[in-house]
């Protein structure tokens, strides 16, 4: 076989992303807090973009133009940004004397703030930073605290805290005497005594290794033990039949009437399962809407929220440095790039909040009943429906709804939200899942618990609303909403008359 070498032409198609539009999608789908870190992390690696200071102080630009559109109609607000297109900065030479034909206008004096109506908050006087700066103390620190006051010999103190180390986020205890034992290098039997003094630390019942020992302990502690036997048999012997709530086996074992039962468990239900709960020290997240849609007068209007958003500008140092030419040949081309890169930031920025307020804009379009109304006036959407109007494709619209809020009338919700499958009805249109799911929570939550709904007289019940739905349809958004299923929802009716009597 002869080898040869030869050259040959071939044609093919290929689709190439530019480094633009990379970074356009990039940032299309950030959260708004991905998004600050992003701008962060660019301001301190490009000295060409600043952040603006005179965000308090709008220029006349900007004066003039919330002016203007303050006296433009709703349907109006959609403007055209003041930005590069990426084939002109593709064509920018970038040549001394063609950085002056750039509109600094758009770039220099303004920010990344674009001309679409933005939502703006009072000037509040700013709280002491002693009511900010807090940190709620975990069970850990609070059993240690417990520890340093007790009187504990070395090895006594070393098991405490191995097994204070050894607690879950519930306040019970993964690891076995055993290996607590070998650790200390200690009998068994002396880290058995450790633990049941650590178990009558605040709170009663921490350390133990499961539920039953868990609920004895709290009633030892308070006494029960001795008032009221069948508690104590009830827990120790007929957990799995208090878990599912089935009082006539618990009444056969024991021998006791249902009113007798059901004040026993009333009595364990008062009782703290998880003792470490109230120490938890997850702090509460708090969601910055990306937009807020208000309504005025019969209309909604949308507007971006630019609370906290950074302001970006070019550095007039670096933009005079290449102007006047004082800069030598090398440092040009390092601000060039930079440049370049900083006016792509701050075109993406601008474009990635036109996408979302037009995304918006056209939701609040589909779902003006819901806002008014409430969630049973949902209407089913897909991304293609909003697709088709503003004229984008659905992998856009996707990535603008995905981690985006937008405060509404009826509460901060996803954008992602306003996107359900729809459920066919017999004499109407069709309903979103999301209004059948709040109707089926708001069905069980009014229930009988005597006599609550089944899966199947859940389906019967929306049938007579003309929804079609399975009984496994049904089955399954009562597990999404953590609704425990029918057989463990009863109760006995002398548990129910007395709910409704301490109530």
């Known amino acids: 076989m002869a080898l040869e070498l030869r050259q040959q032409l071939k044609l093919t198609q290929q689709l190439v992303m530019t480094p633009q539009l990379q970074q356009a999608i990039k940032l299309l789908q950030l959260s708004r807090v991905e998004l600050i870190e992003t701008i962060d992390q660019e301001?301190?690696?490009?000295?060409?973009?600043?952040?603006?200071?005179?965000?308090?102080?709008?220029?006349?630009?900007?004066?003039?133009?919330?002016n203007s559109l303050q006296e433009e109609e709703p349907a109006s607000y959609e403007t055209q940004l003041p930005t590069l297109a990426s084939s002109e900065l593709e064509k920018i030479p970038w040549e001394d004397n063609a950085i002056q034909d750039i509109n600094w206008k758009d770039f220099w004096d303004e920010d990344n703030r674009s001309s679409l109506p933005a939502y703006s908050f009072e000037k509040k006087e700013t709280p002491n930073y002693e009511n900010l700066f807090t940190r709620t103390t975990d069970l850990r620190e609070h059993l240690m605290w417990q520890l340093q006051m007790a009187h504990f010999n070395g090895m006594e103190r070393r098991s405490a805290c191995l097994i204070i180390g050894n607690l879950d986020r519930n306040g019970y205890l993964k690891a076995t005497i055993e290996e607590i034992a070998e650790e200390v290098e200690c009998d068994p039997e002396k880290v058995e005594d450790v633990l049941k003094k650590v178990q009558l630390f605040d709170p009663v019942g921490v350390a133990a290794r499961d539920l039953k020992e868990c609920l004895l302990i709290q009633m030892d502690h308070l006494g029960i033990n001795d008032n009221d036997p069948l508690v104590v048999e009830l827990v120790s012997e007929h957990l799995n039949h208090i878990e599912r709530h089935n009082y006539q086996a618990m009444a056969k074992a024991t021998g006791r009437s249902l009113e007798e039962i059901a004040q026993a468990i009333e009595v364990i239900t008062a009782l703290e399962p998880c003792p470490g709960r109230p120490f938890s020290n997850e702090e509460i997240q708090y969601i910055v809407p990306d937009i807020h849609v208000y309504k005025v007068d019969d209309e909604y209007v949308v507007a971006l929220n630019d609370e906290d958003m950074p302001r970006l500008k070019i550095s007039t140092f670096y933009r005079n440095a290449i102007k006047n030419g004082v800069a030598t040949p090398s440092a040009k081309?390092?601000?060039?790039?930079?440049?370049?890169?900083?006016l792509w930031l701050i075109r993406s920025i601008q474009q990635r909040q036109k996408t979302i307020y037009r995304v918006t804009k056209s939701i609040v379009g589909f779902q003006r009943e819901f806002l008014d109304k409430g969630i049973a006036y949902l209407k089913p959407l897909i991304l293609r429906d909003v697709a088709d109007d503003i004229e984008m494709h659905e992998s856009t619209i996707s990535r603008v709804t995905t981690n985006k809020y937008v405060h509404t009338p009826q509460g901060i919700l996803e954008l992602k939200f306003f996107f359900s499958a729809s459920l066919g009805r017999d004499d109407g249109p069709d309903v979103a899942s999301y209004s059948v799911k709040e109707q089926i929570r708001q069905m069980i939550q009014e229930e009988n618990l005597t006599r609550p709904y089944s899966d199947k007289q859940i389906v019967e019940i929306l049938a007579k609303d003309h929804i079609r739905i399975a009984r496994r349809t049904v089955a399954k958004y009562r597990d999404l909403m953590g609704i425990l299923p029918s057989s463990r929802r009863k109760r006995p009716a002398i548990n129910y008359n007395l709910k409704k009597i301490s109530d």
């Open 333 to 342: 081309d390092f601000i060039q790039g930079k440049l370049k890169s900083a």
């Open 43 to 66: 301001l301190e690696i490009n000295p060409v973009l600043e952040e603006s200071e005179s965000e308090d102080i709008p220029s006349s630009n900007d004066t003039d133009r919330s």
